[in-house]
Each structure stands twice: as structure tokens, then as C-alpha cells.
């Protein structure tokens, strides 16, 4: 995965040496690789027009971007933004830290330093440890 300010570029590639032969020029120039895709997503597209803070892959398939101006979700056709608005457990849209867990749960860490998690496919605020 490749992403930049306000753009996230996904690149499929694959190349291949075999056991035993070097990877050079030459040994590339033996074996033909495969053609590879690129294909890059942008505000256009529905990611929020800000830097990408983080990124996460849920095992349900979900692509989930943080940005300064909310969280995304990307099915690898389209994205749909969450934001305050949308999530009262989402106390700040500027998203800077994104975890799955060993569960396949995905927390969400903010600037102002709330924590949130979805769970059975809903957000719950994390209550501060002050």
C-alpha cells in the first residue's frame, strides 16, 4: 500500500525469482512477469481531502483510513466517511492511530487522545483511565 496527502494509491504487483538463480537483469529478462494493476483513490472518490494518519485492515474486508477530517471506510469500491456527526462515540474527527486487535476489533485513537472500538460493527466510546 502506498498512500500520500490527501491520495491513496493502491499497487498490485507481482514478481517472482527462482530458487537458485539470481535477481538480476538477466534472470528477469528469463521469466516474463505477470502485468500489475495501479489504480489510485482520491477526494474524488470519497477519502476525505486531508493527510492519512492511519491505516487498518478489519478482517471483514474493510479498508479503514484515518484522516484530519474523520475515519473511512473503503470496500475497495467506494468509501464512506465517519465523523462526529455520524458517530457519538467519535469524540474528535482528526484520527491518528487505527489497531486491529487479535479479535478483528478495530480501535480508533484521536487527537485530543479519546479512544473508541467497533464491535460487532458498532462504535463504543472508551471511557479515559484519569
Known amino acids: 500500500m502506498i498512500w500520500s496527502s490527501g491520495h491513496l494509491a493502491v499497487v498490485a504487483a507481482a514478481g517472482f525469482c527462482w530458487f537458485?538463480?539470481?535477481?538480476?537483469?538477466?534472470?528477469?529478462?528469463k521469466h516474463s512477469l505477470p502485468e500489475f494493476l495501479l489504480r489510485s483513490w482520491n477526494d474524488d472518490d470519497g477519502l476525505p481531502s486531508s493527510p492519512?494518519?492511519?491505516?487498518?485492515?478489519?478482517?471483514?474486508?474493510?479498508?479503514?483510513?484515518?484522516t484530519d477530517r474523520g475515519l473511512a471506510r473503503?470496500?475497495?469500491?467506494?468509501?464512506?466517511?465517519?465523523?462526529?456527526?455520524?458517530?457519538?462515540?467519535?469524540?474528535?474527527?482528526?484520527?491518528?492511530?487505527?489497531?486491529?486487535?487479535?479479535?478483528?476489533?478495530?480501535?480508533?485513537?484521536?487527537?485530543?487522545?479519546?479512544?473508541?472500538r467497533r464491535s460487532a460493527g458498532a462504535f463504543v466510546g472508551v471511557p479515559s483511565q484519569h
Open 20 to 29: 537458485g538463480s539470481s535477481c538480476t537483469a538477466d534472470a528477469a529478462e
Open 52 to 66: 492519512v494518519r492511519a491505516i487498518a485492515h478489519t478482517p471483514d474486508g474493510y479498508l479503514w483510513i484515518g
Open 74 to 116: 473503503f470496500d475497495g469500491v467506494r468509501y464512506v466517511t465517519f465523523t462526529t456527526n455520524e458517530l457519538n462515540a467519535l469524540t474528535d474527527n482528526r484520527i491518528t492511530a487505527l489497531l486491529v486487535d487479535a479479535a478483528g476489533e478495530l480501535w480508533v485513537g484521536t487527537q485530543n487522545g479519546s479512544l473508541c
